[in-house]
């Protein structure tokens, strides 16, 4: 069975710092990973996906993540976060042979100080 | 594109009544609908994933009669909290699968927080 863990739990990190949130998976096979974000009140929302092809991939607010395969991680990446990046985030995976259900990671608190 | 709503927002409901919670797709037919719960400072649980026309599928651990599942038509699924007791509190996320795009995007609405009294 699939799974997916972020290590970690909450984030703390001041305007204009980078940050780097990991994911990493389990699963032997073909993978889709997914990067959503949750804002105070709000619904998920897509933050960016990877389906096959470039393992970097650009999402939307400056986002991006990379796929490592050999180290089944697809870490989320912002060089310069913004007061309004203070959201949850969630890592997600899905796959055929789970019938294409997304199993979703712990997620991260992201605290922006401003 | 891709705008999924919830209906109630909030409900709050007194314990052993049954409360119905609606999932529409405003723009897109949705084939199949999931159905997740979501406790406090934790992640999303598949309970269940509908498919238009047919029954519910339920992950392990949810219960079948307890959660009543409908998907009568390409743009409603609803989701039916039988008996509520108070451990039923939680917030419910449903998804829809476009069935007009990439069959694995996912798009969520905003969620319904169910507070049993």
């Known amino acids: 069975a699939q799974s997916v863990s972020q290590h970690n739990h909450h984030v703390i990190l001041s305007e204009a710092a980078s940050l780097e949130l990991g994911c990493n998976y389990s699963?032997?096979?073909?993978?889709?990973l997914f990067w959503y974000v949750q804002y105070p009140g709000q619904h998920l929302q897509l933050l960016l996906k990877?389906?096959?092809?470039?393992?970097l991939v650009k999402g939307i607010k400056g986002f991006e993540a990379e796929f490592i395969k050999s180290k089944f991680s697809f870490n989320l990446r912002k060089p310069s976060v913004q007061w309004s990046d203070t959201a949850e985030y969630f890592c997600?995976?899905?796959?055929?042979?789970?019938?294409?259900?997304?199993?979703f990671g712990g997620g991260t608190r992201v605290l922006v100080k401003p | 594109g891709a705008v999924v709503s919830q209906h109630p927002s909030r409900v709050i409901c007194k314990s052993g009544t049954s409360v119905k919670i609606e999932c529409r797709s405003l723009?897109?037919?949705?084939?199949?609908m999931f159905w997740y719960r979501q406790f406090p400072k934790k992640s999303l649980m598949l309970m269940a994933t509908s498919n238009e026309g047919s029954k519910a599928t339920y992950e392990q651990g949810v219960e079948k009669d307890k959660f009543l599942i409908n998907h009568a038509s390409l743009t409603l699924s609803t989701l039916t909290v039988t008996s509520a007791h108070p451990e039923d509190s939680s917030f419910y996320i449903c998804?829809?699968?476009?069935?007009?795009?990439?069959?694995?995007?996912?798009?969520f609405g905003p969620g319904t927080r169910l507070t049993v009294l």
């Open positions: 723009d897109f037919q949705a084939t199949t």
């Open positions: 990877y389906f096959s092809g470039d393992p």
């Open positions: 699963y032997g096979g073909t993978v889709n």
């Open positions: 997600a995976v899905n796959t055929k042979a789970a019938g294409n259900k997304l199993t």
């Open positions: 998804s829809a699968r476009d069935g007009g795009r990439a069959i694995n995007e996912q798009f």
